[in-house]
């Protein structure tokens, strides 16, 4: 009895971390009946908690050894190692791809990447108890029979405020592991996605309780069960309905034609391993340049492209100081009559010159190369990489960042753009682009289309660190909630693919183009001009009935006095 005690809840934790972890994408769809599994993948280990032991047992009953004192410590440290359970088993499943680039770009051996896998896991993991700190806080106070729990709204309010407010290395949501269900995903254009957790969370926590007792009401577990489906039946309504809507304006909307490449480049010396290295071209303009005309020859039937996408990476690193390989490429421009939108780097010229390439700032940044001769202002990366581009903390102690830099292959030392101004490739259309990590940013999104004046998203990155992993995967769904959140197109364009462009409604507008491939695409892409109600508020009133929520828990945990208790 005892082991089974004990047993029960980490195999209910590992239950629930391992249904959570079929809501991330494993390829490019838009539709995955699994998605309806995120609704009810919490109900193991909530259950588990609400039903840890609330009181001392007698020692008089037999094996009096395996009982012990509860209290509300003892009773929130087994949630909150519950929790942490949970996060590591979610983590270890979903993100494995993340040993990927340590061993094919950092030179780890397999066995020590998977070991310092688990390490970080068990780390990482620890943000889940931080999450669902109101639902640890409520187990507590509950240690004592006949104590009010927090209600549920109070519950959902507040743990979406902490998914909110919670630093994350990804920016995935409850919300985003909806995005199998099209219907439901356009509702991130009113509440966002982490409006979509609140509705996550409602689910799981009223069914969860529900389920905890129903002794006492055994219709109570009946009419949970019906009001909860036909709440999600709602949902799908009404998002169904604007789905509907959408499509219609996409059809009557004015469009911007653009062609993205996918050059499947490798480079000197990466990926280290010659196998993996065979499915790559070698990076080299001419390459580049011969894919584009190849994308531009296949338009005469579709008439002139708006605008041309290269990849992250893909322009020779020094292309945004180096006038020779720019003016090549303006000849070439200037004879396609189309705006480049590109990607490069450039340094901060001061520490360059005072520090050296090793320590001075770098940034990534995008511009466009214009028919005319013209160069747009540069648009400086967000985001950067954490450990590929930027050591976590290292603002607050430099020395850390040095550190890491002096022991660890191709780690560099990124500076962050501030900057949310579209660019103008035509006297109607600006191009919000989003470099690599930028594309997981709802805050950039959001302030891209509303300060920004961006009519279309265009995320371009380089996957090849990822290799055949499921992380490009996961970039694009995140890129598309961001497109849906704002009522905008969206591209990913890809070095290493996978390539693919979306309506504002979230559905593919053309053919995407498979990982490891090269090829080209181009489309042409409805454009809108609105703002969406999410686009409008942001996140503002979760963070308001959040605080509420938040100041409700404080009022219940006030301490009472003996006239005032039951």
């Known amino acids: ?42 109900i193991p280990v909530l259950l ?27 009773r929130g440290l087994e949630a909150f190692l519950l929790f942490w359970i ?57 240690s004592k029979r006949n104590t009010d729990p927090f209600p549920i709204w109070v519950l959902v309010f507040s743990t979406t405020l902490m998914e909110i407010v919670l630093p994350r290395f990804f920016h995935w949501t409850y919300g985003n592991l909806m995005h199998g269900s099209l219907p439901v995903v356009q509702w991130s254009a009113w509440i966002g996605s982490s409006g979509l957790s609140a509705l996550v969370f409602a689910s799981n ?45 996409q059809q009557t909307s004015r469009t911007t034609h653009v062609g993205f490449v996918q050059p499947n480049f490798r480079f000197p010396g990466l990926p280290r391993n010659p ?16 894919i584009t005309e190849e994308l531009v020859a296949s338009q005469k039937d579709n008439g002139k492209l708006d605008l041309i996408v290269w990849p992250e990476s893909t322009a020779p690193y020094d292309f945004a100081w180096s006038e020779t390989e720019q003016e090549k490429v303006r000849k070439k421009i200037k004879e396609w009559n189309t705006p480049l939108l590109v990607q490069a780097s450039e340094f901060d010229k ?5 520090m050296g390439p090793r320590k001075a700032t770098l940034y990534s940044i995008s511009f ?17 990489m954490p450990f590929g581009e930027a050591v976590p903390l290292e603002d607050t102690f430099p020395w850390l960042g040095d550190l890491v830099r002096d022991n660890v292959n191709n780690v560099s030392k990124l500076g962050r753009g501030t900057a949310v101004d579209a660019l103008a490739y035509s006297p109607l259309d600006a191009v919000a682009p989003l470099i690599c990590f930028d594309a997981i940013s709802s805050e950039l999104t959001r302030a891209q289309s509303t300060r920004g004046n961006a009519t279309i998203y265009i995320n371009q990155a380089n996957f090849l660190w990822m290799w055949k992993s499921t992380a490009a995967y996961q970039f694009v769904q995140l890129g598309r909630f961001r497109a849906i959140e704002n009522g905008r197109s969206f591209i990913l364009s890809a070095n290493t693919g996978p390539s693919a462009a979306f309506t504002p409604s979230g559905e593919l507008a053309a053919k995407p183009l498979n990982l490891m491939s090269r090829g080209f695409s181009s489309t042409k892409l409805p454009v809108f001009e609105n703002k969406t109600l999410f686009a409008e508020w942001g996140e503002k009133p979760l963070v308001l009935l959040g605080l509420i929520a938040f100041a409700v828990q404080l009022f219940m945990s006030r301490p009472m006095t003996r006239n005032n208790r039951r």
């Open 86 to 142: 949970y996060g590591a088993v979610l983590i270890a499943v979903a993100f494995h791809w993340v040993t990927v680039p340590a061993v094919l770009f950092g030179d780890l051996p397999p066995a020590i990447s998977n070991l310092l896998f688990c390490v970080y896991c068990l780390l990482a993991g620890l943000y889940f108890p931080l999450l669902f700190l109101p639902v640890i806080w409520n187990a507590s106070r509950c």
């Open 350 to 354: 001061a520490e360059l010159e005072s």
């Open 205 to 249: 926590f009223t069914l969860a309780k529900a389920l905890s007792d129903p002794s006492r009401n055994p219709g109570r577990l009946g009419v949970v069960v019906i009001s909860t489906l036909t709440s999600w039946l709602v949902v799908f309504a009404l998002g169904h309905r604007r789905l509907g809507q959408i499509r219609a304006l």
């Open 1 to 42: 009895m005892f082991r089974f005690r004990i047993l029960w809840p980490i195999f209910a934790a590992v239950l629930s971390g391992l249904l959570t972890s079929v809501g991330f994408p494993r390829g490019l769809t838009v539709h995955n009946p699994l998605a309806w599994v995120i609704p009810f993948a919490l």
């Open 48 to 74: 588990v908690i609400e039903r840890l032991p609330t009181t001392y047992q007698s020692p008089a009953r037999a094996h009096s050894t395996t009982l012990r004192q509860v209290t509300p410590f003892t």
């Open 368 to 384: 466009l190369l214009r028919p005319d001769g013209s160069r747009s202002q540069s648009f400086k990366k967000w985001v950067p």
């Open 275 to 290: 196998e993996y290295a065979k499915e790559a071209v070698m990076q080299s303009v001419p390459s580049l340049m011969s």
